[in-house]
Structure formats: structure tokens, C-alpha cells
């Protein structure tokens, strides 16, 4: 990212407001597309801030840190920084509790079933743990 945009974004993480959060990680899923994007995320903590969100978010800041992980996890590199940052769990339990959720099911802005959900979220563990 241009002019430092990343040390910007990677902090809102944090940040106590839950729709902040959303846009940060709304953001990051987007921005980690990119392949150089995907380095200066790791180098950057932004493997840890997005497990965090995943363990501690609502559904939605869930399944934005589950598509960056996911789309991090396409660097080999980042595939065992995710395992090793404990970031297998929570992407289990959280494509588990999108499977069970009557919460997430309701959620008028998300327009997936809770079953397709759940896939992505498995698909999205298999793309972390898959082999080179």
C-alpha cells in the first residue's frame, strides 16, 4: 500500500467501535488480495489483529478476518504464520458457530444462508492448512 495506508488501517482494529471494526476488516479482506499486500499484512501484525477479531467480533467483523485470512493464507508463508498464530481454531469455531447461529441466519445484511456459509468458512480452513 501507497504512502503507509496499512499502518493506518491495521489499528482501527482495535478500535471499541464495532462498526470500525467491520470497515477495518471490510478493508483488510479487500486489500489482501493483493499479493504484496499479503507480505506487508504479516510483517505488519496483521495476521494477529485479524485472529484477534475473528475470536472477539461479531458475525459480521468474523467473516471479514475469515476472508483475509483466507485470502493471506494463499502466501505459503502466511499459511503456517496463520497456524502458528493460533488462527485454526477460531476459523473452525467460527465457521461452526455461522452454521448454528439463528443470530447469524437473521442478519438482514448478509445474504448467504447459514449452510453456505459454513462451507466457506471450512473452505476457508482447508486454503490456511492445505499443502504447497
Known amino acids: 500500500m501507497e504512502l503507509g495506508g496499512l499502518g493506518l488501517l491495521l489499528p482501527l482494529t482495535k478500535s471499541s467501535d464495532l462498526e470500525v471494526k467491520r470497515l477495518a476488516a471490510h478493508a483488510l479482506a479487500n486489500l489482501s488480495v493483493n499479493a504484496k499486500n499479503q507480505v506487508l499484512m504479516a510483517e505488519k501484525g496483521g495476521i494477529e489483529m485479524l485472529i484477534d477479531l475473528l475470536q472477539n467480533g461479531g458475525f459480521a467483523i468474523q467473516q471479514q478476518a475469515a476472508k483475509s485470512l483466507a485470502n493471506l493464507g494463499v502466501n505459503q508463508k502466511n499459511k503456517r504464520l496463520i497456524a502458528v498464530a493460533g488462527g485454526l481454531r477460531p476459523l473452525i469455531e467460527a465457521g461452526l458457530w455461522a452454521c448454528g447461529s439463528p443470530t447469524a441466519s437473521s442478519t438482514a445484511s448478509l445474504s448467504l444462508s447459514p449452510l453456505p456459509r459454513?462451507?466457506?468458512?471450512?473452505?476457508?480452513?482447508?486454503i490456511v492448512c492445505g499443502s504447497s
Do not use: Y
Not at 459454513?118 to 482447508?126: H, N, R, Y
Open 118 to 126: 459454513c462451507f466457506v468458512c471450512l473452505l476457508v480452513c482447508l
